[in-house]
């Protein structure tokens, strides 16, 4: 039996970065990967990567002009074939920077524990032990399949991962789930030319955002020619006639395509982690840390497995987190993100960072806000993409920002300049005055801290 410095399962953002780093401390390392279609994670192959990359070809399917089903139809093709170009060279480029490293080896194949310094690779029946002084679980997430009667059956549904391999745009697509992968499909899908539908059980939309934000969403995409199907309970879904229908109520969805987007769930199947005695919650993440430690001594988890917010760059500051903790001063935890931005990639993009005005009254905080319609910042303007609308949440008693969203173009970099300034305790008015260059996105915050009352 092979024995390592460090075992990783899983090729994903913390996972790769974390062999890379240990490799160049002189550390063997063991990288076991299940599918060679996933090196590199989650991120660069089914998630963030090829859809921004399909997201950005609706930008030249509209500068192109093209009207017509065909045309479009065959646009989508051809921006499908890119995007798996791209992907495919990303991933390659991932296994060879790990995989020339003399003290790194990558198994193919499923890993599980067999105890808490053993683990089992499983490469088709083929099955290899190894052992390592020091194990972290870095397997990510798996869509959630709602139990709905005929969906497992029907051979016109997808996930998120499996639609964007789709290379025939659906003419008629169901989007099960108002959520955020939900919409961003949905805008997407409906710019290259496909009529959309979203079905979700829940009142209204984005119950999460600030309510005026989150109807500007609702709007826009309507506008679109979006169809939402909110307070709506799906009863079943079929095929017949060579289609897909989707039963709500007494109506019936005639589909092309059926995507399930009703969430993630952490990927902790088949890893036996009782073996290792590793514990889960309720929810089935891996239960850690403050410094991502497991309830085993000498394992850590770190991204989707264990929970919490599912992003590449929180996956990334875990791998910091257990650097630090393990190889450095011992500084760093998960307590240190007291401000994480994020973005939503419907068209315009919605990011936020901190609270939303209930929120914060939730909370105590007494707050003034500020507001500011995309259709007055002059680059708005200038690039003719005038939808959308900015909000702020400040304290009064410290002017400290508390909040912020922003639903306009570009709002997915915006949003970072806001974050900087809140992690680094800035009063809003550091933003109002902040020196911006001409004509940008960016200078609209001064127009937006600038209202605050």
């Not at 002059?378 to 949440?393: H, M, N, R, S, Y």
């Amino acid at each position: 039996m092979k024995k390592y410095d460090a075992v990783i399962i899983g090729f994903g953002k913390g996972g790769k970065t974390l062999a890379g780093f240990l490799a160049g401390k002189g550390q063997n390392v063991a990288l076991i990967e299940k599918s060679d279609k996933m090196y590199g994670g989650t991120c660069i192959n089914v998630g963030c990567i090829p859809s921004k990359k399909l997201v950005n070809s609706t930008k030249v399917l509209k500068n192109k002009g093209l009207n017509s089903i065909k045309d479009k139809k065959n646009f989508y093709t051809e921006s499908i074939n890119n995007k798996n170009a791209l992907i495919g060279a990303l991933r390659g480029k991932n296994y060879e920077i790990l995989a020339t490293k003399d003290t790194i080896d990558i198994y193919n194949g499923t890993g599980s524990f067999v105890s808490k310094n053993i683990v089992n690779v499983d490469n088709n029946g083929e099955n290899v032990q190894i052992e390592g002084e020091k194990i972290f679980i870095n397997t990510g997430s798996m869509t959630v399949i709602p139990d709905i009667k005929g969906l497992k059956e029907s051979k016109y549904v997808y996930t998120s991962t499996t639609l964007m391999d789709l290379e025939e745009l659906p003419e008629k697509l169901v989007i099960i789930g108002a959520g955020y992968i939900g919409l961003e499909f949905a805008s997407m899908y409906s710019e290259f030319g496909s009529e959309v539908t979203v079905i979700d059980a829940a009142e209204k939309l984005l119950p999460r955002e600030d309510e005026e934000i989150a109807k500007r969403v609702k709007s826009i995409l309507e506008a679109k020619g979006i169809k939402f199907l909110l307070k709506s309970k799906i009863e079943e879904v079929f095929d017949k006639n060579g289609k897909g229908y989707v039963k709500v109520s007494e109506e019936e969805v005639e589909v092309n395509a059926i995507l399930v987007a009703v969430g993630r769930k952490p990927n902790t199947e088949g890893l036996n982690l009782e073996a290792a005695e590793v514990k889960i919650d309720e929810k089935g993440a891996v239960i850690v840390n403050e410094t991502l430690q497991t309830t085993a001594d000498n394992i850590w988890a770190m991204g989707d497995v264990k929970g919490g917010l599912q992003f590449t760059y929180i996956s990334l500051d875990d791998f910091r987190i257990i650097r630090d903790n393990i190889y450095g001063n011992g500084n760093r935890t998960v307590n240190d993100r007291n401000v994480v931005p994020y973005s939503v990639f419907v068209n315009p993009p919605l990011s936020r960072v901190g609270m939303t005005e209930s929120e914060a009254v939730a909370k105590g905080h007494e707050v003034k806000t500020g507001r500011l319609e995309a259709m007055a910042i002059p680059k708005a303007k200038i690039e003719g993409q005038t939808d959308g609308l900015l909000k702020t949440v400040i304290d009064i008693k410290t002017d400290k920002i508390l909040g912020c969203t922003l639903l306009c173009n570009t709002s997915h970099e915006m949003i970072n300049i806001v974050a900087a300034a809140m992690k680094a305790e800035q009063k809003y008015t550091f933003l109002k005055d902040m020196i911006f260059t001409h004509p940008t996105m960016s200078e609209a915050l001064n127009d937006l801290f600038g209202s605050v009352k």
